[in-house]
């Protein structure tokens, strides 16, 4: 089946430092999604991305839907400590899977 | 609006127990799924409902089952708990099958 792997996996910050993160697909989407999970709660969605070469911002937050299909980044800019969680990269997937989620990259801000 | 609600929130079971967690999904939305949540494993799709029919199935034992009522309302079960069933299990919904996905907080399931 289709995988999505992310990197890094754990980033450890100081506030106001940017974060950079990207999502790789074995298989071409045509959707991308970045969802946030706080301790505790369940993921929220933050951006959506459905053509290749997209940038698209929401806030503080970038993320770009790859050339080839196959991948997306996700870039913070001047963390604050509430963006600290889990970020999942997820795209539909063509089989019987509702999304497929990435392995999260979990963000760490040291004081 | 009130958001994807899931009960309960914590339990704790024995192996070769059974448990049934439910969902009650956003107001209007037709489509619930349910994801399992392991450090290991990440988020890994259950299975999906619409409008009482299940949509989509992941790759879980038979083990595992759900259904979805006449009002939206979904219920998943797990049978003969096993250790490796320990993880926080999430239900989201959505307006339509193809719709953005609006989780709740989870129910923790710990089985000893």
């Known amino acids: 089946g289709q995988q999505l792997n992310q990197s890094p996996q754990s980033m450890f910050i100081q506030e106001g430092e940017d974060v950079s993160m990207n999502c790789t697909s074995s298989?071409?989407?045509?959707?991308w999604l970045w969802y946030k999970q706080d301790p505790g709660e369940g993921p929220v969605l933050l951006i959506a991305l459905y053509k290749a070469g997209e940038l698209t911002s929401n806030g503080r937050l970038t993320a770009q839907f790859g050339i080839t299909r196959k991948d997306s980044f996700l870039n913070i800019s001047a963390s604050i400590p509430s963006d600290v969680g889990i970020y999942f990269c997820?795209?539909?997937?063509?089989?019987?899977?509702?999304?497929?989620f990435g392995t999260g990259t979990r963000l760490t801000i040291i004081p | 609006k009130a958001g994807v609600t899931q009960t309960p929130r914590y339990l704790i079971k024995t192996r070769g127990q059974q448990v049934t967690l439910s969902c009650s999904p956003i107001s209007g939305h037709r489509s619930v799924s349910w994801y399992q949540q392991t450090p290991g494993q990440g988020l890994q799709f259950l299975f999906e409902?619409?409008?009482?029919?299940?949509?989509n199935k992941g790759n879980f034992p038979g083990r595992f089952s759900g259904r979805q009522f006449s009002n939206s309302r979904s219920e998943m079960n797990v049978s003969t708990l096993e250790l490796g069933d320990s993880a926080l299990y999430l239900c989201?919904?959505?307006?339509?099958?193809?719709?953005?996905?609006?989780f709740g907080e989870g129910s923790r399931l710990t089985v000893l």
């Open positions: 409902y619409f409008s009482e029919t299940q949509r």
């Open positions: 997820a795209g539909p997937n063509f089989g019987n899977e509702k999304l497929t």
């Open positions: 298989s071409i989407f045509n959707t």
């Open positions: 989201a919904s959505s307006a339509d099958s193809a719709g953005e996905l609006f």
